[in-house]
């Protein structure tokens, strides 16, 4: 294994019986663990936490989940990590798997490839394969190595980063706060010159959402969100059609597929006239390019651009 490997998880809110035997587990895997708290968190986890081996960041305002792997990435980087692999706080990788993903990562790089992420292939949970739908990854043509394929972007969640790539591609998006994050850095990361790569030998089971729409569009549903997060995918994803790193046909897909997504959620909705306002609103905020927390967003620190003469 050629890179320095540590891990990171974004915990929110935790559950603790999912944070701690996620945090136990890591730590046995890897070289160093970050666990940054992303707001408040019930005095009982933290002090289980402060238990563990792992390095505790604290925030007392939740920053969003941009920032917040920001923050693990450049913690890992000032201790001298080139390699983190980052986890949401209900994350399912299977035991050993970080390992086989630093392994497929320098296999890529032996062969002449420039990888900036390595991740798994993301799976509905088991117990509801028909309630959870998992992201659709698009593959890129003539990129693959064994059971690896180039993809356009994979999830943060389960994925191993190259923080020598990281620095030359940049920060993730913090004015997002949350959701298409990832998909917008790993496009970032393409324009760049680098790569992004699946191991579809590695599955990790991954909630997304609260289910799926029981109304479709064109036979195809999508993960259900509450509010606050569906605000936050469409304004974002509608703010990346303007983005010149985006290629033209992928902004002609978003388009088509924000349409359809837009369109399932208010048939779904029993109140279509909120429905109708909050999907307006979430638009127009993307077009006009206001981003930052959404409203109902909870614990944040909302900080003042600057000064104003």
Known sequence: MSGKLAAGIV???SDPDLLLPLVRRLAGETTALFVFVNGPMERETLQALRGT??????SQYNLGVGEALNQLVLHAI??????LAVFDDDSGLPAGAIAKLARTMDELEAAGEKPAVVGPRIVSPAAASETYRPPRYFEVRGKTHDAARGVRYVITSGSLINLDVFRHVGRFRSDFFIDAIDTEWCFRVWRRGYSCWADRSIEMEHRIGAGVTRRTILGRGFPKQPPMRLYAYVRNQVYCLRLPHLPLWWRGLLGAHLVRLCGAHWLDAQD???????????VGDGMAGRLGPPAQAQDVARIDAGARG
Not at 53 to 58: D, V
Not at 272 to 282: D, G, T, V
């Open 11 to 13: 915990a929110f809110r």
């Open 53 to 58: 081996p792992a390095a505790i960041i604290e």
């Open 78 to 83: 000032v201790a001298g990590f080139t390699r």
């Open 272 to 282: 279509k006239r909120e429905m109708r306002r909050l999907l307006a609103s979430a």
